[in-house]
């Protein structure tokens, strides 16, 4: 799993659908050696998840890395929701102004209202519901692998691959070609 399962990931994200530009961006916490590490998730308007990633601090260093990771591979958003993190916050208004300045020209707007991630928040409780039984993991790039293929079986789920009419299987089957 831990071999594969990046691998298939990639694959995935690069045979999703196109998404919404209205994003929504929360993290939870995953426990890796005893310790809480922070898993950050965005997904588009319509709860299709769009990227993850896994990191041992909740800081703007973090939430810088997972927003340019997120845009390389999705695009630039016209809206992004999100918590009260300050560091969040502090973030995407440094990568708006960035934008505004050398690429697309225009500032992405920034919500901070806590009830509009409600969909992410239940989105996360698949991932809960998998991870805790597991009682947390012994390295974070194991974690890493583990959490990509239980996002790439989500989005298998939520149907959000180009090849509708298949069977999950055979959508699984795809990825892993």
Same mark, same amino acid.
């Given at each position: 799993?831990?071999?594969?399962?990046p691998?298939?990931?990639?694959?995935?994200q690069?045979?999703?659908?196109?998404?919404?530009?209205?994003?929504?961006?929360?993290e939870?916490y995953?426990?890796?050696? =005893?310790?809480?590490t922070?898993?950050?998730?965005?997904?588009?308007?319509d709860?299709?998840? &769009?990227?993850f990633?896994?990191? #041992?601090?909740?800081d703007?260093?973090?939430?810088r890395?997972?927003?340019?990771q997120a845009?390389a591979?999705?695009?630039?958003?016209?809206?992004?929701?999100i918590?009260k993190?300050?560091?969040?916050?502090?973030?995407l208004?440094?990568?708006?102004?960035? &934008? #505004?300045?050398t690429?697309t020209?225009h500032l992405?707007?920034i919500?901070?209202?806590?009830?509009?991630?409600?969909?992410l928040e239940?989105?996360?409780?698949?991932? #809960?519901?998998?991870?805790?039984?597991?009682? =947390?993991? #012994?390295?974070i790039?194991s974690?890493a692998?583990?959490?990509?293929?239980?996002?790439v079986?989500?989005?298998?789920k939520k149907?959000?691959?180009?090849?509708?009419?298949?069977?999950p299987?055979?959508?699984?089957?795809a990825?892993?070609?």
């Open positions: 799993m831990v071999k594969f399962s691998l298939i990931a990639a694959n995935a690069a045979r999703k659908r196109a998404t919404a530009n209205f994003w929504r961006m929360d939870t995953i426990k890796v050696r =005893g310790k809480w922070y898993l950050y998730r965005v997904v588009d308007r709860g299709q998840t &769009l990227d990633m896994l990191s #041992k601090r909740r703007l260093a973090a939430a890395r997972f927003f340019t845009i591979a999705n695009g630039v958003p016209d809206r992004v929701v918590d993190s300050g560091a969040n916050l502090a973030d208004m440094a990568v708006s102004m960035i &934008l #505004k300045f690429g020209g992405v707007t919500r901070q209202v806590m009830y509009l991630n409600n969909i239940q989105d996360h409780r698949f991932i #809960k519901r998998i991870t805790t039984p597991m009682m =947390g993991f #012994k390295a790039h974690a692998a583990t959490i990509a293929g239980i996002q079986a989500h989005m298998i149907d959000q691959f180009a090849a509708s009419g298949t069977t299987f055979q959508q699984f089957a990825l892993a070609s």
